[in-house]
Each structure stands twice: as C-alpha cells, then as structure tokens.
C-alpha cells in the first residue's frame, strides 16, 4: 500500500513468506529474511543471485524475467511491483525510520510537553511552542521564537530574535545568528552556520596604496522557507542591506557556500 504496488507472485510464494515481519532496509546484494530491498535497474542485476530478502519492491518490466529465472527468491520473498521502484524507496525509507533512528529524525513525529535540558540556556524572553525539544548546551538568546514539536540537538544557537518554524529539526552545533528566520518543516544537519556576515570589505587607499580593508558590516537577514533540508557544515550568508531567501522546498547539500544576498528560488536543488 505504501508503495502503490501489488504482490506479483503470491500464487508462488512458499507457506507463511507473507506473515513474517520486515524489519529493516538492505542492499540488494545483502538482503537476508527480515529485510526489505529494491531492485529498479539492470546494473543491479547479479545481485539478485545472492539476494534473500523478505520484501522485494521492483518495476513491471522485471516481473516475467524474475518469474522465469528460477531463483528462489521468487518462492521466497514478495515480489511488490509499482509504478517507480526507486520512487517507493524514498517513501518507504521514511515509514522505516519513525522510531528508530535519530539521524532521520522525521518531523512532525515529536508529541507532549516542551522539553528544555537542564544545561541548556534559554533567555526569559524567548518564547517556545508547544512539544519543544531542547537538547543539552543549546543557547536560545532574547527575542527567539522556537515554533511548536521543533528539536534543537545539543549544542545549537539560536540567536536573539530569529525565528524557527514549526516541526524544524536542528541537529547538534546548527548555529543560527540574529533575526535569521526559518519556516516550517525545516532540517539543517549539523555544523551549519546561518547568518554570518557575508564577505564584503572595502580598500582604503591611501597615496595610492591599499592600507586596510573596510568591514561592511551586513544589516540584512536569512530567510529560509518551508519544507528545506540543508545539508551539514554548510555557510549561508545573510545580506548586506537585502534578506539573503532560501525558497521553500530547496535541498542544499553538505559543504556548502550559500553568498550573501542570494535569492534561491522554489524547489532548488544546491549540491
């Protein structure tokens, strides 16, 4: 159901293969009872000679090919058809994380009381929504706004008077300066800096000659729309005099350099 399949070989399938449980995700070429695997591509093909797994979610061209294989995991696991393998893999790669990792921390899962960890320090003028998480050693200064079930990991600052959505996930030592401003459903993986002064300086020239460099000291905010993942010890600048935006829905990957004053649109994709 969660991968908008159908079982192609129940008819085949060995006595009790659809009651046992799935348990985890595995490589094609690891994939042992218990395991859920996917098979989508050509180049993956010899893999299937070792491949044992419970569930096996793959696409309609491979069906009669695996029928006429003879392998036994045609007797031995359920074969899930679907439209987009690779697709249902995404999906199914959240159902299989609620729980049981915190490295996928899944947003929106997070329920009861505002939490705040006894190292922590959060000034009596930030205001904290409902189902807040607060880690050890995070720092939320005056003004901050922390929107309802976000988790901060340990370590992360949220500077006075930014904003941060509801549902966001910041992981451990996410730095986010003044008046930065997340919405909702946002992941930053940890490291990421948000907010610092952009590069800017101006020579001062005297007799010709360039004697030091002028700091321009940036007035601008980072504004950072829903539904965006950015990926670990990553710099976002903010601007000089206009907001640097990340738009909603962007993904931007480990490692990288976003400059102030930057403008990204909806659904960018930065690796």
Not at 120 to 134: C, D, W
Not at 204 to 222: E, F
Request: aromatic share 6%.
């Amino acid at each position: 159901e969660f991968s908008g399949g159908r079982l192609a070989n129940q008819a085949a399938l060995s006595p009790g293969v659809i009651d046992r449980p799935v348990r985890q995700f595995a490589a094609l070429d690891q994939a042992a009872p218990g395991d859920i695997a996917f098979f989508f591509s050509k180049r993956y093909q010899n893999d299937l000679l070792k491949a044992a797994p419970t569930v096996l979610v793959t696409a309609e061209p491979f069906v009669a090919p695996l029928e006429k294989s003879g392998l036994p995991l045609w007797k031995n696991t359920a074969v899930v058809v679907c439209a987009d393998p690779y697709f249902s893999m995404a999906v199914l790669s959240e159902k299989f994380v609620e729980g049981a990792s915190t490295v996928g921390h899944v947003p929106g899962l997070v329920t009861g009381p505002t939490e705040v960890h006894p190292s922590a320090v959060v000034s009596p003028s930030a205001k904290l929504g409902e189902g807040v998480q607060i880690g050890p050693h995070c720092v939320v200064e005056a003004g901050a706004q922390v929107g309802s079930g976000t988790v901060l990991y340990p370590g992360c600052f949220v500077g006075p008077d930014a904003e941060v959505g509801e549902n966001c996930v910041l992981f451990p030592r996410v730095t986010l300066y003044e008046r930065v401003k997340l919405g909702d459903r946002v992941r930053i993986h940890a490291g990421t800096v948000v907010g610092a002064d952009g590069f800017g300086y101006v020579p001062k020239i005297k007799d010709g000659k360039i004697t030091a460099h002028q700091k321009i000291y940036h007035h601008g905010r980072v504004v950072i729309g829903s539904d965006t993942e950015i990926g670990a010890n990553t710099c976002i600048d903010r601007g000089t005099l206009k907001d640097t935006v990340v738009g909603p829905g962007c993904k931007i990957d480990d490692h990288v350099m976003i400059a102030h004053n930057c403008q990204l649109g909806e659904g960018v994709i930065v690796c």
